[in-house]
């Protein structure tokens, strides 16, 4: 036997006692009072919360958010949900996207195991531990992901640098997600949230003109589920009451377009688009089938991963 090997056989022999060891211990997000993900979410950014306890076949189509690596893999078979905060291009009048540095980070919480996942990141060839004054992370050496579990329970994770994301997301947290809107979106398979989305005009081409958009205010949407069937929820909230008209009027022809090709129409479809006030729009259990979702998830990464 080579002496390689010989030294491989204690590691791997502590990992998998230490996986049977912990196996028992269940291990809770320590944001159960305020959702980790509402301090995601500053101007520029969209956020996405899921779910993946429910979210079923769904699952692989929501994991292409994060890199294809080994320990992630493994974290994610734990995670009882995820939430990314995307940082976009911002979307031009003339059809450009602005030069901005594109980037990603986020949470994952579910039965984390901090001691565990740390053993299982120091087997993996492609991690190196960087150690700062305040907390230690993980750095994969191949695609840039940092990943810090500063205790059970939760993974922060990062494509351009955790010490900021340390401090902002877990240590010193300012809220950008409304927490009553939190609370909404994460009682739901799929949450959004965006402020000021001039972000996600590749959503929203061809539907509402550019000089309506940019007078949006903030938009949260919540897909709900039940079996195979999924319904948006949420609020479109504006600057001025012809943006809230035009976007309107807009989004029920669109919608009014699809239910005529059903056999069979959704209950009470005419309430799922009002107009609350002046300045918001509400969506109220507004159908949508899985292949519709699954393009609205695949939209999302497309813009995650816009290239300049």
Known sequence: MRLSAIKKVPLI???IFAALFLAGCVHKTPFQEESYFSSLGREGEFVITVNLEDSGALKDK??????DDAAVEYITSLTSR??????????QEDGT????ELGYYGALEGNISMPLFQTVLCIGNEWKRVVTDSFSYWENTVNGLQIAVPENGIALFSQYGMDEVYKNTYVQRDIFVPLEIADRISDGLIGIYVE????????LEGVI????????KSVWITVDSDNDSYSLYGVIETTQKAATTVISLTLKKKYLEKIRKLEEKPENWKESILVDSSEEIIINNMEIDSNELIVLIQTLIDITNQEQ
């Open 13 to 15: 022999s502590f990992t």
């Open 62 to 67: 929501l994991l292409v958010l994060l890199p």
């Open 82 to 91: 995820l939430s990314v905060s995307a940082i976009l291009p911002v979307y």
């Open 97 to 100: 996207y602005s030069s901005s």
């Open 196 to 203: 000021k989305p001039r972000y996600l005009f590749s959503l």
């Open 209 to 216: 003109p550019y000089t309506l958009l940019i007078s949006i």
